[in-house]
C-alpha cells in the first residue's frame, strides 16, 4: 500500500509575530518591516502535483497561514511527512521535524534549499530521516518506493542520510530536469486559493514557468539548480493561464520565475499568445535592467504587463563589480529610461551592507534612485545564506550560526559585523534612501516629467500611440471582469485594512 504524504511549506513562527506586532502600532511609517507577500508555495505544489499522478495520497500546507493544531493533524494522517524551508525558516523546520518524529512517529523527509546545502543540521538534530539536495520532482517518488527499505537508499541520487554507523551518507546529485514541459502544473487545487487571495495586497496567483539563473551574483544560493535556466514553452505556459483564469479568475498574476525575461523570444511568444486567446488580465515579473530592450517591454506592456521587479542591488559600479552582478550605470540608466518611456511601472530590489561598501558607494545608490526614478523601491540588509560566495567571504565576521536566527530578508536583523559601517548606520541609511525615493518621486516635478517623457517617445515611436489605445481598450475590458467578480475590492484600495495586510508607509517629513 502507498504511503500517505503531507507536505509543509515551514515559516518561521518569530517572524510571522513580529510581523504583526510591527504593523499593529498605530502611525506605522518604516522601511524596516516590509513583510512577506502571501503566496502559495509552489515547490511542495508542483511536488504534490508529481505524487498525484503516481496514485499518492497527498496534503499540502503553508505554515505562513496555518496553525499548529492543523499542521498537527495532517502528520497525524499521513505516514510520511514532507518539508520544505528556506534558510530563514530552517529552525522552524527543524521545530517540525522534531514533532512529526518524535511527538507523532512519522517519517521525514526535508527538502529546499537549506537541507540541500546544510543537511547535517536536520539529520543530526534527528529532525529527519532523508534530506533531498536540490530538485525532488524525482528523488521524493524513489524515496516514497522505497522508505522501509534503507538497503536502496545508497542507490538514490539527490538524498543525504545517516548510515548505520551514524555518519552522514550524500548520495551524488540528481541531474536537473531539463524540459520543463514534462514537469506537471502545481496542484493549486489541494490549496485554499481564494483563502490566499483574500491574505494578499494584491489578489493574484503566482506561477513558476522557469527554473534556474545564468548569473553568479555572489550573495545568491544557486545550489538548487546550478545556475542552469530551463523553461516551460509558451503554449503550456498560456495554457496554464486560461486554466487558472476560468477556475480561479484573479485579478493578478505573478510570473516567479527567477529570470522570467531571460529570453526575449520566449516571453514575447507568450505575450503575442495572451493577446490572440483574447485572455485579459494584469500580470507582473521579475528581472533584470539589462535583458530588456524596447520591443520585450512593448509587449509586455501589450499583453499586461503591470509591474516589473528589477534585482539591481546597488547603484555603486565597484559594488556591483565586487558582487559579480555583471551591470552598469550606463545599462542601469539607458533601461530605466526605457520603462519610463513606454509606461511601465517598474521597482528596484536594493541591499545594503555588502562588505566591500564605503559610504560613497550609499551616496551612488541615491544618485541613481534620484536619476532613474523608479516607482518602488525596496532595500533590505545583507543577509549571508550558507551556500553563497558571501556568506564564505563574512564567516570570519558572524556574529550568529545562520541556521539558528529567525531573520527576515528586509528586516534589520545584524547578523555579521560590517566592516565599515555600524549596524544602525546601514538602517539610517535605508530610512534615508526610502525618503530620498519619496520625495523624488512624490514631486509634481517629477510626475510632469514621467509624462513629458512618455509623449517625446510617442513623438518619436508612432506605434507608442497605437499601443497606447490598445492597453487601455484591454485594461477596460480586465477592470469589467474583476469588478464583477469576488476581488472587485482589489480597486478599493482605501478601504483596505492596510494593518492587516501589513502593508508599510514611508513618511518624508
Excluded at 516589473?308 to 546597488?314: C, F, K, M, Q, T
Aim: hydrophobic share 40%; with cysteine; proline share 6%.
Amino acid at each position: 500500500m502507498q504511503p500517505k504524504v503531507v507536505l509543509i511549506y515551514a515559516k518561521s513562527q518569530v517572524l510571522r509575530e513580529k510581523a504583526a506586532a510591527l504593523f499593529a502600532q498605530e502611525g506605522v511609517a518604516t522601511g524596516n518591516g516590509a513583510r512577506d507577500e502571501i503566496i502559495p508555495p509552489l515547490g511542495i505544489a508542483i511536488l504534490a502535483a508529481g505524487l498525484l499522478e503516481r496514485g499518492y495520497e497527498v496534503k499540502i500546507l503553508d505554515d505562513s497561514i496555518e496553525d499548529m493544531d492543523t499542521l498537527r493533524s495532517a502528520m497525524e494522517w499521513s505516514d510520511i511527512v514532507g518539508i520544505s524551508t528556506l534558510t530563514p525558516n530552517a529552525r522552524r523546520a527543524r521545530e517540525l521535524g522534531l514533532v512529526a518524529k518524535t511527538e507523532v512517529g512519522r517519517f521525514v523527509v526535508m527538502g529546499g534549499p537549506h537541507p540541500t546545502t546544510n543537511p547535517e543540521y536536520f539529520l543530526d538534530a534527528g529532525a529527519a530521516d532523508i534530506c533531498v539536495q536540490g530538485e525532488g520532482d524525482l528523488t521524493l517518488p524513489e524515496i516514497l518506493e522505497h522508505w522501509q527499505d534503507r538497503s536502496a537508499w545508497p542507490d538514490i541520487l539527490g538524498m543525504t542520510f545517516k548510515g548505520d554507523d551514524g555518519q552522514l551518507v550524500k548520495n551524488p546529485r540528481r541531474p536537473l530536469i531539463k524540459k520543463m514541459d514534462e514537469v506537471p502544473y502545481p496542484a493549486y487545487h489541494l490549496y485554499d486559493m481564494p483563502k490566499f487571495l483574500r491574505l494578499m495586497i494584491n489578489p493574484s496567483v503566482n506561477m513558476i514557468t522557469s527554473r534556474g539563473c545564468p548569473y553568479a551574483c555572489t550573495f545568491c544560493d544557486a545550489e538548487m539548480t546550478p545556475r542552469q535556466y530551463r523553461s516551460m514553452s509558451p503554449t503550456k505556459v498560456v495554457d496554464l493561464i486560461e486554466h487558472l483564469l476560468k477556475t480561479y479568475n484573479p485579478p493578478q498574476f505573478m510570473f516567479f520565475d527567477d529570470l522570467f525575461t531571460i529570453q526575449k523570444k520566449r516571453v514575447i511568444a507568450i505575450c503575442q499568445e495572451i493577446i490572440r486567446r483574447g485572455l485579459f488580465f494584469e500580470w507582473t515579473c521579475e528581472s533584470r535592467l539589462d535583458t530588456m530592450d524596447f520591443e520585450l517591454l512593448r509587449w509586455m506592456k501589450k499583453a499586461g504587463c503591470v509591474k516589473i521587479y528589477y534585482g539591481l542591488e546597488s547603484g555603486s559600479p565597484d559594488v556591483l563589480v565586487s558582487v559579480k552582478k555583471g551591470l552598469t550605470t550606463e545599462k542601469i540608466l539607458a533601461a530605466a529610461k526605457l520603462n519610463r518611456e513606454v509606461g511601465m511601472t517598474f521597482k528596484y530590489f536594493l541591499m545594503y551592507g555588502f562588505p566591500q561598501e564605503q559610504a560613497k558607494d550609499h551616496r551612488m545608490t541615491e544618485w541613481i534612485v534620484r536619476q532613474t526614478r523608479p516607482d518602488q523601491i525596496h532595500l533590505s540588509l545583507l543577509q549571508p545564506i550558507p551556500g553563497t560566495e558571501i556568506y564564505e567571504q563574512l564567516k570570519p565576521v558572524l556574529l550568529m550560526d545562520m541556521s539558528e536566527v529567525d531573520f527576515h530578508y528586509w528586516h534589520g536583523t545584524e547578523s555579521f559585523k560590517h566592516p565599515v559601517f555600524t549596524h544602525k548606520e546601514l538602517q539610517d541609511d535605508r530610512e534615508q534612501l526610502l525618503k530620498i525615493h519619496a520625495r523624488t518621486t512624490r514631486s509634481l516635478k517629477n510626475r510632469l516629467l514621467r509624462k513629458w517623457e512618455r509623449l517625446v517617445a510617442m513623438v518619436r515611436n508612432p506605434v507608442l500611440i497605437s499601443d497606447w489605445f490598445e492597453v487601455r481598450g484591454r485594461r477596460k475590458t480586465y477592470q469589467a471582469r474583476v469588478r464583477s467578480s469576488e476581488w472587485s475590492y482589489a480597486f478599493e484600495r482605501d478601504k483596505r485594512d492596510k494593518v492587516a495586510l501589513q502593508v508599510p508607509e514611508v513618511k518624508v517629513d
